[in-house]
């Protein structure tokens, strides 16, 4: 039992390039979700999915897409990475108390 | 919208110390949630409160749920160095789940 898996762990990009960050649960549930963190503004939500086939807009996710595979996997994608998007990215999944489980995060610079 | 305040930003204790962080909400909350997030690691889930004026302990640690289900507070009693990282509360009210900014503990031996 992983937990929520992420893959990978560093990535350095350069500006205008794409990249996709995977994310994966093995708790069955159905709510995942994709944060970033920044020096001193918390967690702030990019996109989450209530449930397998759906997503939806968090607080900033302009310059962000996602996909929700299938139940277990919830990916994220950069299509044209800007320096803005330097930042530590943590893929979470909630199941039916609230209680979310957070994944080690990848560590994300674009230069 | 719903909104969750907790303050302060940043606490810096002697070991030895108490600490205490505190979350305050715009509504009325459901339950909320308390996290601790070592320096590099990731956020890890500690409690949850549910009920009206809940009360939980965990060794060292306090957690309680306002009378009025808005508002709650993380104490913690003789801090270590082991303490140290960043606390954060979530509410959560009508199928929605806001995380504050978050309390940076450091603990200086």
């Known amino acids: 039992n992983a937990g929520v898996t992420q893959t990978p762990k560093f990535q350095v990009l350069k500006t205008g390039q794409s990249m996709t960050l995977q994310c994966a649960q093995d708790?069955?549930?159905?709510?995942m979700y994709w944060y970033r963190q920044d020096p001193g503004m918390g967690l702030r939500l990019i996109y989450y999915s209530a449930s397998e086939g759906t997503t939806d807009k968090g607080e900033v996710p302009n310059g962000y897409n996602v996909s929700r595979l299938n139940k277990r996997e919830f990916s994220l994608r950069l299509e044209s990475a800007a320096p803005s998007q330097t930042s530590v990215y943590f893929c979470a999944s909630r199941g039916r108390t609230d209680t979310q489980y957070f994944g080690p995060g990848t560590r994300l610079t674009v230069l | 919208g719903q909104q969750v305040m907790q303050i302060p930003q940043y606490q810096h204790v002697q070991e030895g110390e108490d600490f205490t962080t505190y979350c305050n909400s715009s509504?009325?909350?459901?339950?909320i949630q308390w996290y601790k997030q070592r320096p590099g690691g990731h956020p890890v889930f500690l409690i949850q409160l549910v009920k009206s004026g809940e009360v939980k302990k965990q060794k060292r640690l306090t957690f309680q749920f306002g009378e009025a289900k808005k508002n709650s507070s993380l104490h913690i009693t003789a801090t270590q160095t082991t303490d140290v990282g960043t606390y954060f509360c979530e509410g959560g009210s009508n199928y929605k789940l806001t995380f504050g900014k978050g309390t940076l503990l450091t603990v200086n031996p």
């Open positions: 708790m069955n549930h159905n709510s």
């Open positions: 509504t009325t909350l459901s339950n």
